[in-house]
């Protein structure tokens, strides 16, 4: 079935000063990209944390962007590990237009795997047009069937079950890491983004990269498959058939295949 709802993974600027420029530039990008998030402003969204000890911080930051990006009617929505809030909480998903998994804890994905709540954000996206499921940093990465870790990868929240993504990519610490666990599940494809990029997935294949970064594709189909303690062992491996692809602000992706193409879709961006 082609899902009707729309997917953004977003990674904003990893910079915690706030008078750091990288910092300045990543509000901004955020802001821009949260306005492709709905063409209608008036829109009930709803942000979905676990991280219940840092609310103020939360939500001023979310608050200021959604604001800048011309949205008002938002509220904050906290999770916890015992499950007893899926009826009260799933009132409140029903009539939302727009669910954003922010980016504070990765426990997002135990939280609401197999949940009634996770139920009906799916379907949604399924069945509603101008829905739309949004994730930042560590919450895009809970968007995937397979969450990446530092040690392995764990069951994602399935909303996408064709690529492996990770906010956290660096060239120089995590890309043998995505290269590894992209081989070890070579049905999916590998999506490591930078700074300040974000994907936009429509009908479930239909990728567009947006942002001043670039998001490296990584894709292993055609590698035989090798075992995981072959891995394990640290040795340095032979790889025949692994492919990659850099992608930039306008570049497009197939899902069904990985066909990388650079033209064709555009998606507006308003200053």
Do not use: W
Not at 16 to 37: P, S, W, Y
């Amino acid at each position: 079935m082609i899902p009707k709802g729309k997917l953004i993974m977003i990674r904003n600027t990893d910079a915690v000063n706030a008078e750091n420029k990288k910092q300045t530039d990543g509000h901004f990008f955020l802001h821009q990209i949260f306005q492709l998030l709905c063409s209608q402003k008036d829109v009930p969204i709803e942000l979905i944390s676990t991280a219940s000890d840092h609310k103020e911080q939360i939500e001023k930051k979310y608050s200021e962007e959604l604001l800048a990006a011309g949205y008002h009617n938002f509220n904050f929505l906290y999770l916890d590990q015992e499950k007893n809030q899926d009826e009260k909480l799933s009132s409140r998903l029903i009539g939302a237009k727009v669910v954003i998994f922010t980016d504070e804890q990765p426990e997002l994905c135990e939280v609401l795997r197999d949940s009634s709540i996770l139920k009906l954000l799916y379907r949604k996206y399924l069945l509603e047009e101008d829905f739309t499921v949004a994730g930042i940093n560590v919450g895009a990465m809970c968007i995937s069937g397979i969450f990446m870790k530092d040690s392995g990868v764990n069951d994602g929240l399935g909303f996408i079950n064709t690529c492996i993504i990770d906010t956290r990519f660096d060239h120089k610490t995590r890309f043998k890491n995505l290269i590894k666990n992209v081989i070890l599940n070579n049905e999916y494809f590998g999506l490591g983004l930078s700074e300040n990029t974000a994907l936009i997935i429509e009908e479930g294949t239909k990728v567009l990269c947006k942002g001043s970064g670039s998001v490296m594709l990584v894709n292993a189909r055609n590698v035989k498959k090798i075992n995981a303690r072959e891995f394990d062992k640290g040795n340095t491996m032979f790889v025949k058939n692994l492919k990659g692809h850099i992608l930039v602000d306008g570049c497009m992706l197939n899902l069904t295949n990985g066909e990388v193409i650079n033209t064709g879709y555009k998606a507006s961006v308003s200053n």
